[in-house]
């Protein structure tokens, strides 16, 4: 299969499209390499061809990254090491064509991971300034670190300190900051970008234009500002190059706690190049890209992204007729902190959305958050003036029902209360007969709340979290009456404003607070048999959550936390009971970070400290003694993998793999684990089970395992049938 296409023009400058046929988005894919070699090797050799100009066919992406699933059927180190080093030699094919004759790259659209790496070994890149165009090496979200040059052209390039902080940290940036890092040395519109990119070519090959790269290019009063000239100082000179290596290190380890290893191989992989020189840098890069391929951390974070690219063409329901409705406006009802936040992503997805309240001063308080949230992304200049005007002029409010008529879905995001949910489903019905009405209850099941619809099939739930404009998933609920065009409909429109979106069954805490009360439950067992807060804290940010329960409940509210373990002990009995006397925090007025009382103190210090005097409601109090960090954090989680396994058992997911995601996007658990149907596979079922039945024997009903898990337990089966899943 060729992905090249070359033509030569009479002003003796070879245009070279890369095309992967068939495909919307370029990647690198097998046999790349071979045909690249052959190529500039040939170009390099016409004496009719004076200069180069790579360009990517595709309308708006340049290429995307090496071929995921390619990577994902390696077997072994060996074999994706060798696949590096291929990528290597074209890019040095590349590079070397390079020298005898100028290589222009023209950049449009996404220039990520290989992609990057093939503009690094072109002579001159120049990109648009279209905000499609993103620069970047990724690899270490998926676990990998660049392979085909990155790791060592990338520093060579732009310095070491800028180089890894774009190598260690995945991000992308766009074509002016690009231009700013020294990534790209020119920036033009899209409309001439290849125009350009031709006259460059010429004036390079007739020795009209010489490249002249700074190393980074500082302004005058970011050049006075100390950490940067210490920065110069510490690159320019070995000792200070080994400080910045050490403190990168330090850094990294910190915030990784040495989960990820792709990030510190990455760095080491850079050290080796700048101490030892090239050809150990690359032959260190391909190693440890080889080692890094088939880790298990890697394989974890690949079939993540490949639940999510499944999910992007999932339309949520079995039913292949079931098509979603047109979403061209939507209604909002209620303006606090969700229903502003979601008309707030709304919006921004270019949507016209009529904002509802009950009087002007909470639709002042709704109006004011927007304005923060888009104030800080236009200080960030992610956002000009003119686009944050036409964002908020989407933004409509009302304290009626006012231009709610032709609305095609309405949210409501009222108080959490069924008689209020109750009287706004009749209103909308009666104000917007047609409208798909969607609750984003926290906790209130769909079927309930859709009791007072006459048209119930219209009843949907659309669970979003906080802050909406951050968290990344939706939880959609389908209840008893739901139809598929519902469904579909806000699915469709979840996608649309930048969610990743998992449809779930009606059921008390639908799929993630249900796995979450229990979790947070077994964490206040733990801390009412004595355990230092710290202590519990420590041991599930050490299994890699982003904050332990002790914290999360004071971030959540106490008082919520213990409302939601009421429901949930109420809907399954005994197996969720919380423990008893946790409601005397809340009783004590102690609420959590929003009465700036709860398990941690919330003074004027920014070193987080427990408030000890919690422990005096407590049978021990001040004589705290833990379990060890290991048991801790299994009970937590294995509190989460029984819970997960029920709603799988019981219909609530239409899959493990929705269940991961929901787990990962909207708990933060560690991604790489892979979410708990994926870890409880690691384990395998039989251990999951075995473990859960010696906690059940000290600790009783709460540690009963799951039927599914038994079930697979016995047939030694697994939930993902498939080690890894597929998009196509
Ligand atoms: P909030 O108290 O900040 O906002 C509720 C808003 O609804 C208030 O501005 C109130 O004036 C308005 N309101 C009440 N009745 C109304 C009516 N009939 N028509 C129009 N507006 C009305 O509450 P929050 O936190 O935004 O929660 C709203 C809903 O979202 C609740 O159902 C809650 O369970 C759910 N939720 C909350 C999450 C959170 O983290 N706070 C997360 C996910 C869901």
Known sequence: MSVLRIETGPDGVALVLYDVPGEAVNTLRHGFQEEFEAAFGRLAEDSAVKAILLASAKPDSFVAGADIEMLSRIKTAAEASALARGGQQAMQRLEDAGKRKPVVVAIHGAALGGGLELALACTYRIASDDRRTQLGQPEVQLGLIPGAGGTQRLPHLIGIAQALDLILTGKSVRAQKARKLGLVDEVVPKAILLEVARRRARELAAGELRIERGKVELKLPKLLRTEVLQQIALEDNPVGRKILFQQARKALLEKTRGHYPAPERALEAIRIGTEKGPEEGYRAEANFFGELVVSDVSRRLVEIFFATQALKKDTGVDDPSARPRKVEKVAMLGAGLMGAGIAYVTADAGIPVRLKDKDDAALGRGLK????????????????PREREEKLALLTVTTDYSGIRNADVVIEAVFEDL??????????????????????????PIGLIAEAASRPQNVVGMHFFSPVHKMPLLEVIRGRSTGAESVATVVALGKRIGKTVIVVNDGPGFYTSRILAPYVNEAAFIFNDGAAVEDIDRALVDFGFPVGPMQLLDEVGIDVGSKVAHIMHEAFGARLAPPAGFEKLVESGRLGRKSKKGFYLYGESKEKEVDRTVYELTAQGQKRSSPTTGEIAERCVLQMVNEAAHCLGEGILRSARDGDVGAVFGLGWPPFRGGPFRYADSLGAAQVVERLRRYQEKFGVRFTPAPKLVQLAGSGGKFHQADVVKTR
């Open 419 to 444: 008689s209020t949910k109750h009287a706004v489903v009749r209103e909308v019905e009666r104000e917007a007969p047609n409208a798909i009405f969607a609750s984003n209850t926290s906790s209130i």
């Open 369 to 384: 958050q927007i304005a923060g949230i888009l104030d800080e992304r236009a200080r960030r200049k992610r956002l000009s």
